[in-house]
């Protein structure tokens, strides 16, 4: 059922928000049959593409990262997914009230899972890593994830056409500033927890 949400958020989302909205899924499920899918793509994704293609930021001069640096750094990208998600489903739920919501922590958690689907699913672009490739196919995430948060949050949240806008507003505002902490997080990481090894390409 999962499968067919995720595809029909892409081909008709006002419809498929109020389907899954229908559905009633629990926070528990959300996390252990879709989020442990969805974040495992980026992180087995980059950890292919750095450690068998290698990274490249004008598409010449390949660098790889040896598999003993790159697999902790993929585990800690997948725990990090886990972490962002919760945390925006969190900042969601403490500011549904000022906007006139009333839903459970589940139905936040849907909300925060399906629109990040398209940035979860971008991650394939880590298969080849790019620089200019994979921010194309970020931003074009992006820019649908923002879509289906606009579109989402009145049927899932129950709000308001007028109030759902600035509410969108704000969780889009949280979800970039997650964005810019996780890599921040990761740039620390990498120079001092978990520091890349590179070999020949």
Not at 30 to 43: H, K, R, T, Y
Not at 168 to 187: E, F, P
Request: some cysteine.
């Amino acid at each position: 059922m999962f499968l067919q949400h995720m595809m029909g958020v892409f081909y008709h989302p006002k419809r498929e928000w109020r389907s899954i909205k229908s559905e009633h899924y629990s926070t528990t499920h959300v996390f252990l049959a879709q989020i442990s899918v969805l974040a495992a793509i980026p992180a087995i994704a980059l950890f292919i593409g750095t450690t068998q293609v290698g990274w490249s930021i004008t598409g010449s001069d390949y660098v790889k990262l040896s598999v003993s640096s790159a697999l902790p750094a993929a585990i800690a990208l997948y725990i990090a997914m886990w972490v962002a998600v919760g945390f925006i489903a969190y900042t969601i739920r403490w500011m549904e009230k000022t906007y006139g919501g009333s839903v459970s922590f589940d139905e936040c958690m849907v909300l925060t899972t399906f629109t990040a689907t398209p940035l979860f699913l971008s991650g394939l672009a880590g298969l080849y890593p790019m620089l200019w490739f994979n921010v194309i196919v970020g931003l074009i995430a992006l820019s649908y994830s923002v879509y289906l948060l606009y579109s989402g949050v009145p049927e899932i949240m129950q709000i308001p056409e007028d109030r759902a806008f600035f509410f969108s507003t704000s969780i889009l505002t949280v979800g970039l500033v997650v964005l810019v902490g996780l890599l921040a997080a990761t740039v620390i990481l990498w120079s001092t927890v978990v520091p890349l090894s590179y070999v020949s390409g």
